[in-house]
């Protein structure tokens, strides 16, 4: 098994590196051909290697941040959104850099036609390197031990939607014993642990670790505390620290500095578009063009939240709820303005005013949240920092996310927050605005995103002491 992971893992490096590698050599093709030739002072030879040096280690840098470089992880579709979106960061830096070299502007037209070479080649190595990693390895054959709380089949549903990655061929109760489901791991790849109790749940994560078995673990809310806690070794017994305290002063005064710089920006860039929008809003129906609505933060307060109003004017005469996939409340403008996200933009006022940040768990309003704490009193742990126009739930889940897992989400962003993670964020956001799903809404007999299954939600304190 570890010779097959290290030569999955070195097959993957080869690919990765070769679209790279392609990258580079279009660019130092343009370069030399045309944009070395009308500089006036040109590089000599290792200048010329250093600039296409650099050019690919971007171009690497902003694929690994958009995921663009994990070749059979993320949909095809996804991988095309991420390096389309490394290419074109990339470009655009390469050209301001190029424009420093010259010391004045130079045509983009050779770097927009490279692009649409690169674009070519970029689909050719995405249908190209899936082929080559399905052929090598198939879909992992799992397991799923559940217990009396929840059979997991919403997990399965989801990860059954990826055939390419996940055979969850397996399924058996852990009432059926450890010991026999220790002998029917053997047939399998992998396991996935699905919520059981943390003691029961430990017992197989220690077999699994044991006997270097590949295991799927469903993190529980102290899970992820500990996670985001520091290591002590004044002593000899190790120790972990958690603050519990949401963010330190530095790091809220860099974020306050840094929402104040891109909000403002964002606003003056934006401004044409918001105000082609306020039009198409009025002229639709004459009515409001903005839509204020309460919302929470930090501790619990509460703000008055702005967005272009998407819905008709009496959308909710019959009470508070989330918008449903075939909501008929939803314009026509502003169905549009849902699927691109750019309802949301008269919230950079809110950040520039300091209501919200940037970055930060979603802003619930107070009545869905007090429908969320009744089957989940810990959702009120995402109000430890600032309610944020995207996060990592917002980035990495969908609208109608169940509240436990929009939480655990909320929690990993808090626990483990840095300057660094609100840039990737932020950059990451981008992506999702071509990612209809994300916007999804819930289903329509839903009026907020607690499943009917039960509710969905059980407390920890419910599923016994973690």
């Known amino acids: 098994m570890n010779k097959r992971e290290d030569y999955k893992r070195f097959i993957v490096f080869c690919l990765a590196s070769l679209v790279v590698l392609a990258q580079m050599a279009v660019f130092a093709y343009v370069w030399y051909t045309v944009y070395r030739g009308?500089?006036?002072?040109?590089?000599?030879?290792k200048g010329n290697w250093v600039l296409i040096a650099i050019y690919g280690l971007m171009f690497a840098m902003f694929a690994k941040l958009y995921g663009g470089l994990k070749v059979g992880y993320l949909k095809r579709v996804d991988v095309f959104y991420s390096l389309t979106l490394a290419l074109l960061c990339t470009n655009v830096v390469e050209y301001f850099e190029i424009t420093l070299i010259n010391r004045w502007f130079l045509s983009p037209g050779p770097m927009i036609e490279m692009t649409g070479l690169q674009l070519i080649l970029i689909i050719i190595w995405i249908w190209g390197s899936r082929y080559i990693y399905s052929k090598l390895y198939r879909a992992r054959k799992l397991l799923v031990i559940y217990g009396d709380r929840d059979p997991g089949d919403d997990l399965i549903h989801k990860m059954n939607s990826r055939k390419d990655k996940y055979d969850i061929s397996g399924k058996v109760h852990s009432s059926v014993g450890e010991r026999e489901i220790h002998k029917l791991m053997r047939n399998y790849d992998g396991v996935i642990i699905w919520d059981l109790p943390s003691m029961e749940r430990n017992r197989y994560l220690?077999?699994?670790?044991?006997?270097?078995?590949?295991?799927?673990?469903?993190?529980?809310?102290?899970?992820i505390i500990l996670m985001g806690s520091d290591r002590i070794h004044l002593f000899d017994t190790p120790l972990l620290m958690s603050r519990n305290m949401g963010l330190s002063i530095d790091q809220r005064a860099a974020k306050r500095v840094m929402d104040m710089v891109i909000s403002g920006i964002g606003i003056v860039i934006t401004s044409p578009i918001m105000l082609i929008i306020a039009l198409a809003v009025k002229l639709y129906d004459r009515g409001p063009v903005f839509y204020f609505q309460e919302r929470l933060t930090?501790?619990?307060?509460?703000?008055?939240?702005?967005?272009?109003?998407?819905?008709?004017?009496?959308?909710?005469?019959?009470?508070?709820?989330?918008?449903?996939?075939?909501d008929s409340r939803i314009t026509p403008v502003g169905k549009v303005l849902r699927n691109l996200h750019l309802d949301e933009l008269p919230q950079l006022f809110n950040v520039f005013k300091g209501?919200?940040?940037?970055?930060?768990?979603?802003?619930?309003?107070?009545?869905?949240?007090r429908e969320y704490e009744k089957e989940l009193p810990e959702f009120y742990y995402r109000l430890k920092v600032k309610a944020g126009l995207t996060g990592y739930a917002q980035v990495y889940g969908k609208y109608n996310t169940t509240p436990y897992d929009k939480l655990k989400l909320d929690l990993f962003y808090i626990e483990n927050y840095s300057f660094l993670l609100d840039i990737k964020l932020i950059f990451m956001t981008v992506k999702i605005f071509f990612q209809k799903e994300v916007s999804e809404g819930v289903d329509d007999k839903q009026v907020n995103a607690l499943k009917d299954s039960g509710n969905s939600v059980k407390t920890d304190e419910e599923k016994t002491e973690e």
Request: aromatic share 10%; glycine share 6%; hydrophobic share 35%.
């Open 355 to 369: 209501d919200m940040s940037l970055v930060g768990p979603r802003p619930e309003r107070k009545t869905i949240m």
């Open 206 to 223: 220690k077999y699994c670790f044991a006997h270097s078995i590949r295991c799927y673990v469903s993190p529980k809310i102290s899970d």
């Open 38 to 45: 009308q500089i006036d002072e040109p590089f000599w030879r």
């Open 298 to 326: 930090v501790g619990g307060r509460s703000f008055m939240i702005c967005k272009f109003r998407s819905m008709c004017v009496d959308s909710e005469k019959n009470g508070a709820r989330l918008a449903s996939k075939h």
